[in-house]
């Protein structure tokens, strides 16, 4: 899989109907997001939507993809061009103490799983907070997430020895 991760920037038809692939196969209890949710997410100044793109799908469509003498792909047009295979949010906040970010709703397709589109977009997460300055990233993954939790490991994140609390409003 020859992924590229970028930042939604706008509302389109291809990233609502991704948006609504992808939240299910995260959370089975998350409501559809509706279109102005999905805008508030990508206008906010403190959240960043990053989309995976698998580009080797768009390149076999495209029948783009020649060799050059030595074997390498060599793809006219441009690369991002792929369907949305997967998304992450990353938030970026000041608080006293600096600027921090937190990694939130990371999931990818089932169907292009374990091909490298969550560490891609794990990976442009951390640095695009380090571009805006952030001093940490934290995230939290179930420990039954396993392969996850794998990952995140592979890149850098350390268990860190605290307890997470959740407050529900009624």
């Known amino acids: 899989m020859v992924v590229h991760v970028s930042e939604a920037t706008e509302v389109t038809d291809e990233l609502v109907s991704a948006v609504h692939l992808l939240l299910p196969q995260l959370s089975t209890?998350?409501?559809?997001?509706?279109?102005?949710?999905?805008?508030?997410?990508?206008?906010?100044?403190?959240?960043?939507?990053l989309v995976a793109r698998d580009d080797e799908v768009q390149r076999a469509r495209d029948d783009e993809v020649q060799r050059d003498g030595d074997g390498f792909e060599v793809v006219a047009g441009e690369s991002g061009r792929g369907p949305i295979v997967g998304m992450l949010t990353l938030v970026v906040f000041r608080i006293p103490t600096g600027i921090r970010a937190w990694i939130e709703d990371v999931v990818v397709d089932r169907a292009a799983g374990r091909r490298g589109?969550?560490?891609?977009?794990?990976?442009?997460?951390?640095?695009?907070?380090?571009?805006?300055?952030?001093?940490?990233?934290?995230?939290?993954?179930?420990?039954?997430?396993?392969?996850?939790?794998?990952?995140y490991q592979k890149v850098g994140f350390e268990a860190r020895e605290t307890n997470v609390y959740r407050y529900r409003s009624a």
Do not use: H
């Open 117 to 151: 589109a969550g560490e891609a977009l794990t990976r442009a997460a951390l640095e695009l907070a380090g571009e805006l300055g952030a001093q940490t990233v934290d995230l939290t993954s179930r420990p039954s997430r396993e392969a996850a939790n794998r990952l």
């Open 29 to 49: 209890s998350a409501p559809a997001l509706s279109v102005a949710e999905i805008d508030e997410i990508v206008s906010s100044a403190a959240t960043r939507l």
